[in-house]
C-alpha cells in the first residue's frame, strides 16, 4: 500500500501582533498560550498552496537547541499528515538557525513525534537552555512526556 504524500505547505513568519490566530488554535486545542506574543519566540502559519491555512507551528532557539513549540492543526483537517508536515518544515528552520537537536514536550502527539523519529528522554537530559524555558518549566504539565530528535 502506498503512502500519501506529505502535504506541501508554505511556512509564513508571524510578527509578534499577527499571533491572535496562533493563540485561538491552541487554546481551542488545549496547547499553552500564554507566552507566544514573547518576541524571542518564533511562530509559522502554515497553508496548502491555494493559501488555505491549515495550522500553526514555533521554535524557541537556544544556541544549538531548539524547542519545538505549539505544532497544531485546524480541526478540520487533522490526520492528514499535516502535522507532520509542520514539524518537518520547523525541523528545516532549526537546521537553518544552526541548531543540532530538537526538543519537544507533548501530552498526547507522542506517537505522531516517534513516527518522525523523536525519542523519549529524562528530563534530566535535557540541556540547561531548554529547561529554563518557561514552556519546560512552567507552561506543560510535569507529566508531559519530553522528546528529542538529532537534526
Do not use: N
Request: with cysteine.
Amino acid at each position: 500500500m502506498k503512502t500519501a504524500d506529505p502535504p506541501r505547505l508554505s511556512a509564513i513568519p508571524l510578527a509578534t501582533w499577527e499571533r491572535d490566530g496562533i493563540k485561538a488554535a491552541l487554546r481551542k486545542a488545549g496547547l499553552p498560550a500564554a507566552d507566544v506574543e514573547a518576541p524571542a519566540l518564533h511562530f509559522w502559519r502554515f497553508e496548502t498552496p491555494d493559501l488555505a491555512p491549515v495550522g500553526f507551528g514555533g521554535l524557541e532557539i537556544h544556541g544549538e537547541h531548539a524547542l519545538l513549540r505549539s505544532v497544531v492543526t485546524l480541526p478540520p483537517l487533522r490526520h492528514r499528515g499535516i502535522g507532520s508536515a509542520i514539524a518537518a518544515a520547523l525541523e528545516a528552520e532549526a537546521r537553518i538557525a544552526g541548531c543540532s537537536a530538537m526538543w519537544l514536550m507533548t501530552t498526547d502527539a507522542a506517537q505522531m513525534f516517534r513516527r518522525l523519529g523523536y525519542e523519549s528522554c529524562e528530563r534530566a537530559r535535557v540541556p540547561a537552555e531548554i529547561r529554563q524555558t518557561q514552556q519546560f518549566a512552567v507552561l506543560c504539565p510535569a507529566s508531559a512526556t519530553v522528546m528529542t530528535k538529532s537534526l
